[in-house]
């Protein structure tokens, strides 16, 4: 009996030590969020249809995942047979060759994949991996909270808006925050979404010359507003906040107002894990200057690495998790409102999913909106919305995000967090020959 098995914590580290993934053992790295877990527990139906291939689930933390997986495919460790990537690394990984390219049969209906996702994980019209679930970003309130404070929440409020409802819905001493937002570091954690702030403020990473922009007055002004913000109104220990940890205050009823993914919103309006479902509205998101960028686009995918030695069984698990009857059967076991969202438009076109989804709209608005190739007031050499996509962004990302970090937490002022990480961009664009 073949196995495949998942990746975590000490697995991880007896897995590293063994090295290459023993043969007839696919392993799944993946990333612990909502979705990804409802998939572990609906695995018995893929073992079902394929009773020599067993499967075994866990999971690890997005900033983890991201390493681990990285380090991988660039080492050719051969540790991963499926990998959870994304919009960054599908196109740039799958020009390099380290992916396998995906044709699925009639069946599993390729076009009905959103194009925006489809393009985000294609690379000279190939695709190199299948989207799970997909996302932009947007405002998710507590309406409850201004009606009584007498506020509205437009679409595409201004951010000086949202810093006034902010204070008037922030009521700690009976713990609740006027705003929830990232402030754990990552390229993919709070510098993705002060990314797209300040794209709305009309910054941008580089110039056309590929020379970083970090000490601008647009990068000060957004990063300012953002330290500022989080300070006055955010809950405490905001510096350790990602994803999940926010999801659990919002859901607690501790957050009056969350902008983040959108794929947010199927658990935010589920009763069954939300003490404030019935109270959430949505908002297209926040702008200052320009409304370009001012929303990410992002999907979770799987993809089967070239190092693997059993594609054939890879495969056919990435095309039964990314299928159209893999949503049926999350429809039919959990309720429509809980399928995974943001990847194909016959989700959206299901009357009991538009029944069931009250923030179906709100998020499609969202994806449709967002243009990784037009995402900054200036222009710029690089495509993406709340990253750049290039090899080096990883590394100058994760910089950046522990410097906006140290600016939240008081360590340093936030011109000398923007110094810092304008240096560290700039040693390696230079190491990079970007100039």
């Given at each position: 009996m073949k196995k495949i098995t998942g990746l975590i914590g000490a697995s991880a580290i007896a897995l590293s030590v063994a090295g290459v993934a023993n043969a007839g053992e696919l392993t799944i790295a993946t990333v612990n969020n909502g979705h990804m877990i409802?998939?572990?527990?609906?695995?018995?139906?893929?073992?079902?249809?394929?009773?020599?291939?067993?499967?075994?689930?866990?999971?690890?933390e997005e900033g983890t995942l991201r390493q681990r997986v990285t380090t991988d495919i660039a080492t050719k460790g051969g540790q991963f047979?499926?990998?959870?990537?994304?919009?960054?690394?599908?196109?740039?990984?799958?020009?390099?060759?380290?992916?396998?390219?995906?044709?699925?049969?009639?069946?599993?209906?390729?076009?009905?994949?959103?194009?925006?996702?489809?393009?985000?994980?294609?690379?000279?019209?190939?695709?190199?991996?299948?989207?799970?679930?997909?996302?932009?970003?947007?405002?998710?309130?507590?309406?409850?909270?201004?009606?009584?404070?007498?506020?509205?929440?437009?679409?595409?409020?201004?951010?000086?808006?949202?810093a006034d409802v902010a204070k008037a819905i922030h009521n700690p001493d009976n713990g609740v925050y006027g705003i929830c937002l990232r402030g754990k570091p990552g390229w993919g954690d709070n510098a993705a979404f002060i990314t797209t702030m300040a794209n709305s403020f009309g910054a941008r990473w580089f110039d056309e010359n590929w020379k970083p922009q970090l000490t601008s007055p647009e990068w000060n002004h957004a990063v300012s507003f953002y330290v500022d913000l989080l300070t006055k109104y955010g809950p405490p220990g905001s510096t350790g906040n990602s994803f999940n940890e926010i999801l659990a205050l919002f859901n607690e009823g501790k957050c009056g107002m969350w902008i983040d993914a959108t794929i947010a919103a199927s658990f935010v309006s589920d009763p069954k894990q939300s003490k404030v479902a019935n109270d959430v509205a949505y908002a297209q998101a926040p702008v200052a200057v320009t409304k370009r960028g001012a929303n990410w686009l992002w999907a979770w995918a799987l993809a089967v690495p070239q190092g693997t030695k059993q594609s054939e069984d890879a495969l056919k698990f990435v095309e039964w998790a990314t299928s159209k009857e893999y949503i049926e059967l999350v429809g039919k076991t959990n309720g429509w409102g809980s399928v995974p969202t943001g990847t194909r438009a016959s989700t959206y076109a299901n009357p009991k999913f538009q029944a069931a989804a009250n923030f179906a709209d709100a998020e499609m608005k969202a994806i449709e909106s967002a243009d990784p190739s037009n995402s900054t007031q200036e222009p710029t050499p690089y495509t993406g919305v709340q990253f750049a996509a290039i090899p080096e962004f990883q590394a100058i990302g994760i910089a950046a995000g522990q410097q906006f970090t140290a600016a939240l937490a008081g360590d340093k002022s936030v011109t000398k967090a923007l110094y810092d990480a304008q240096v560290a961009a700039d040693r390696e664009m230079r190491k990079a020959g970007y100039y």
């Open positions: 409802e998939m572990q527990k609906l695995t018995g139906h893929f073992e079902k249809a394929n009773p020599d291939i067993k499967v075994k689930w866990v999971t690890l047979d499926v990998m959870t990537i994304g919009m960054y690394e599908a196109p740039i990984w799958g020009k390099k060759g380290w992916l396998h390219e995906l044709n699925f049969g009639n069946d599993y209906d390729v076009n009905d994949i959103l194009p925006a996702m489809r393009g985000g994980l294609s690379a000279d019209g190939k695709l190199y991996a299948a989207p799970f679930y997909g996302e932009s970003s947007m405002i998710m309130y507590r309406k409850d909270l201004t009606d009584k404070a007498g506020m509205s929440m437009p679409d595409n409020p201004t951010w000086g808006h949202v």
